[in-house]
């Protein structure tokens, strides 16, 4: 259970008593959330300029107050998506492979999509022109073969790739934020002026993997200077402790 409170000085004019959050633990059924704030009653101040000024100052408080709220609910919400999400069924369209050469054409950035961009289980293998600048946003990769494959400047923002095999390819200046790289064949991967923000890499093979002028954020470096495949040089160019 988590609670947020925000003391302020009495000299303020501005008090927040129990502006508080509370958050249920997921491991138990989780009771409806409960908010409470409490404001400043005119007993409690003196003079009549400051009483004038109260209703802003309480304004200012059920903001504050507010931003917890939401902080609270989008915070708890999060891993209940994360643990009841499932991946649809492997697509029956025909020239679903092929799909690729084309890629997104909304959407990008946020994985937004008319329909998904499924890739599972496809071969790309020695793929050198048809994929490279393209925008692969959100696009299934899992258990698919890109061994050898150009993929500079491609986007793969939020892309499941979880199983796929990625050896020996060619990231050069692609943006590849917040993919799940889980238990990927990554070895000779070159990531070089790559953007990996917010990506994950359990339990993927990364030995002889190339981070030269990688973009990452300082959390998602301690993340990933954890998986040991990392040769030397990586963690160098990495700039793992």
Do not use: H
């Not at 008593?17 to 138990?28: D, E, G, I």
């Not at 008319?114 to 599972?120: C, F, G, Y």
């Amino acid at each position: 259970m988590a609670n947020i409170s925000i003391p302020l000085p009495r000299t303020g004019l501005l008090s927040i008593r129990n502006c508080s959050t509370k958050r249920p633990s997921f491991a138990t059924p989780a009771p409806p959330f409960r908010i409470t704030c409490s404001v400043v009653g005119e007993a409690e101040l003196d003079g009549s300029e400051n009483k004038a000024r109260l209703f802003s100052f309480n304004t200012i408080k059920g903001v504050a107050c507010g931003i917890l709220a939401a902080y609270t609910v989008t915070s708890a919400s999060f891993p209940v998506i994360a643990a009841t999400q499932r991946l649809p069924p492997l697509s029956t369209e025909p020239n679903r492979c092929e799909r690729a050469f084309v890629g997104n054409t909304i959407g990008q950035a946020n994985g937004v999509y008319d329909k998904p961009l499924d890739l599972r289980k496809c071969d790309y293998t020695n793929e050198k022109s048809n994929l490279k600048g393209k925008t692969l946003s959100a696009a299934l990769m899992s258990d698919a073969k890109f061994d050898g494959a150009d993929m500079t400047e491609v986007v793969m923002s939020k892309a499941y790739a979880v199983g796929g095999s990625f050896r020996g390819v060619d990231f050069s200046n692609a943006v590849l934020d917040r993919v799940n790289f889980g238990k990927a064949d990554l070895q000779g991967a070159v990531f070089r002026n790559t953007v990996l923000s917010g990506s994950t890499f359990d339990e993927a093979k990364l030995e002889g993997a190339v981070f030269e002028d990688t973009i990452i954020g300082y959390i998602d470096l301690q993340k990933i200077c954890r998986n040991t495949s990392i040769g030397e040089e990586g963690r160098a160019e990495l700039g793992c402790r």
